[in-house]
């Protein structure tokens, strides 16, 4: 147990993985964070992007759509509103929400597009595409 970590992703619908890991890289809002076992106590928000894990030989992709991330007694807990595996993403899906986002960006002098939104559309859209991505090539 002294080379592994748990790893523990709750989302408000269910826990989407609870697992024994070997590290965990992930996406803090003040930067790219990696987790290794007997790491120290630590919390910290996480920003949009995609959390990977290393378990044994094979490793993991998950899009994040931030959330909070604490570390305790070698137990890794993210909590996210929204969190998908990289293995269940629709790319085809992902690529138009993309595609979508950045035409409403385009729109600059349109009064009715709100481009914060649209700017978050589209760092979600791109976090679940590379983590899409990123599952397939493992």
Do not use: F, W
Not at 14 to 31: N, P, R, T
Not at 82 to 94: P, Q, V
Not at 108 to 133: N, W
């Amino acid at each position: 147990m002294a080379n592994k970590m748990n790893l523990k992703i709750i989302t408000p619908d269910k826990i989407l993985i609870d697992e024994e890991v070997d590290a965990v890289y992930s996406k803090a809002v003040d930067g790219d964070i990696g987790i290794l076992p007997n790491h120290i106590d630590y919390m910290t928000a996480l920003d949009i992007g995609v959390t990977l894990y290393k378990q044994d030989n094979c490793c993991g992709c998950i899009s994040i759509i931030g959330g909070i991330l604490q570390i305790n007694n070698n137990n890794v807990t993210i909590l996210s509103d929204k969190a998908e595996l990289g293995s269940e993403i629709d790319l085809t899906r992902a690529n138009a929400a993309k595609e979508r986002a950045e035409a409403r960006l385009k729109l600059e002098e349109v009064k009715d597009v709100d481009h914060q939104r649209a700017q978050i559309a589209l760092l979600r859209a791109i976090a679940r595409i590379s983590a899409a991505s990123q599952a397939h090539k493992l």
